[in-house]
């Protein structure tokens, strides 16, 4: 039991003493250091140094088994449920197994909070793009080491190219995940579907790190409008708090008037789509831009004033 003790605050995100542990375990340090050394023995890499500061857990050559609150167990069976039928390509199988190792060891307490979400939730299979678990790691090791990452990449519209990037972070929106980076040959932050590229290997030197206008309004800006080719301003009469219930990170960006109305920013490829989209909300709206958008509005309103009145 004092070995579990020792191990569970080893793996908090600090540095212990050897008298803090003594204190925290109710022995002296002589009986810490023997501790410390079982650990090892069992696989545990505690790393030792000089000063006031002198244990911390490490990483090793393999994987010691981990200590898990019940919240915190709770939190992985969860997780890897989801992960199970997620947009993460090649890991069905191990979240499965993986599950199947925590559940048999859960109390069973646990393990009846756990089968207690899991018979209430159903989650749909993704139909969307799926990304390469490779992929995800590879970026993310570049985002951690500042390095610059190279990688062909395909446009919305099939075009191929080349791109340096100073990564950033990655993005997931529910559906899709998404790499936000400082493009060095256009010289301008961009939004990258990672499921369209492929990271080139060695990557790059390193770089010191951009100060990045805020992230969520930056990436469902470049997702639900810069990449499309009509940009819409659309002011709604409702609060933004109403329209959010309606309008996705991924769709649109919302931006407050005041309590009764704000403007939401949405793009497409197609007038018509947009009109669809917004006309199916149920609450009043006014079209501000394009000149476009609003010449097609007004013909269609006229079109199904018509169908109305032909009666």
């Known amino acids: 039991m004092r070995l579990l003790r020792l191990l569970s605050l080893l793996q908090t995100s600090r540095d212990w003493s050897g008298a803090d542990l003594a204190q925290r375990l109710e022995v002296d340090v002589r009986t810490v250091r023997r501790d410390i050394e079982r650990l090892r023995d069992l696989g545990y890499p505690v790393l030792a140094s000089q000063g006031l500061a002198g244990y911390r857990l490490g990483a090793g050559a393999k994987l010691p088994p981990l200590l898990l609150d019940d919240e915190e167990a709770i939190a992985v069976a969860i997780g890897l449920r989801t992960a199970a039928s ?76 080349t791109r340096r990037t100073e990564p950033h972070r990655v993005v997931h929106t529910g559906r899709r995940w998404y790499l936000v980076g400082w493009d060095i040959d256009r010289a301008d932050w961009r939004t990258y579907r990672v499921d369209r590229l492929r990271p080139k290997i060695p990557t790059g030197p390193r770089f010191a790190p951009r100060e990045i206008p805020e992230l969520a309004g930056y990436v469902s800006r470049g997702v639900s409008t810069s990449a499309y080719r009509y940009h819409a301003k659309i002011t709604l009469g409702v609060p933004t708090e109403v329209a959010a219930e309606r309008v996705s990170p991924t769709t649109g960006m ?25 006309g199916l909300f149920d609450f009043p709206f006014t079209v501000q831009e394009p000149p476009e958008l609003v010449a097609r509005v007004r013909e269609l309103a006229e079109r199904l004033t018509q169908a109305s009145d032909s009666r």
């Open 254 to 278: 919302l931006e407050a008037i005041d309590d009764r109305s704000c403007v939401l920013h949405t793009g497409a490829n197609s007038l018509d789509e947009i009109v669809l989209y917004v």
């Open 86 to 161: 997620g947009t993460i390509s090649g890991i069905e199988e191990s979240s499965l197994r993986a599950l199947a190792k925590l559940e048999q060891v859960l109390p069973s307490r646990l393990r009846h909070r756990v089968n207690l979400v899991h018979s209430v939730t159903e989650t749909l299979p993704s139909r969307g793009p799926t990304v390469d678990p490779d992929t995800l790691t590879a970026i993310a090791t570049a985002c951690r080491a500042h390095e610059v990452l190279r990688f062909d990449y395909e446009s919305h519209d099939g075009t191929l190219s």
